[in-house]
């Protein structure tokens, strides 16, 4: 039996102004270095996971950091991570496979009406805000129209994966009267992704 495994990398730093942008460099020179190392016969799946989003459509307090966009976007890409999570902001949104504001590829949707990305021909990472567990919720303002949001919801709700050596299944639970003193939830909606 083979052993396999998926390299989660988590980038949400918090430093002190004076020694920010020397911390910053290290860890960036740690990603770049670890993710060229991954040998993709033995790990799969590649995710990177981080605090505040690459892209949004909830406008808010430092919603986006354009700076650690335009450092690590571009590693991410070539390092053909599969999926990207992000908390922040407090609601669930899902990109198209994207790159520099750019959808590069569209799910398709399987026979269950399910999105399913086949990065078997990658074209960039998905990436997604699952910042929808607790505290309140952001609401997105009306009329925004992004090409690369194909999901968005400000309900409540959490996330489920599991993963094979040939896929990835999410399931994103919405609920609606959320009642945590009574540990009860009613289901509203679903929003199920694959990748192959």
Not at 46 to 69: C, N
């Amino acid at each position: 039996m083979r052993h396999w495994s998926i390299v989660f990398y988590s980038c949400a730093p918090h430093f002190y102004l004076h020694l920010m942008f020397f911390y910053m460099l290290l860890q960036y020179q740690w990603m770049k270095k670890d993710m060229a190392s991954v040998d993709r016969s033995k790990t799969p799946w590649l995710i990177f996971m981080g605090h505040r989003p690459m892209y949004t459509s909830a406008p808010g307090f430092l919603s986006v950091d354009e700076k650690f966009v335009d450092k690590v976007e571009p590693l991410l890409l070539a390092s053909k991570v599969d999926l990207v999570l992000f908390g922040h902001v407090h609601n669930y949104e899902r990109t198209c496979s994207i790159y520099k504001s750019q959808c590069m590829k569209l799910p398709c949707k399987d026979e269950a009406g399910i999105d399913t990305y086949d990065h078997s021909n990658y074209s960039a990472p998905v990436q997604a805000i699952i910042g929808m567990a607790g505290f309140s919720l952001d609401k997105f303002p009306s009329g925004i129209n992004n090409s690369w949001s194909l999901s968005r919801h400000s309900e409540y709700g959490s996330l489920r994966a599991h993963a094979t050596r040939t896929d990835i299944k999410l399931e994103v639970s919405m609920y609606e009267n959320l009642r945590l003193a009574l540990h009860t939830v009613r289901h509203l909606r679903m929003d199920s992704m694959t990748f192959i």
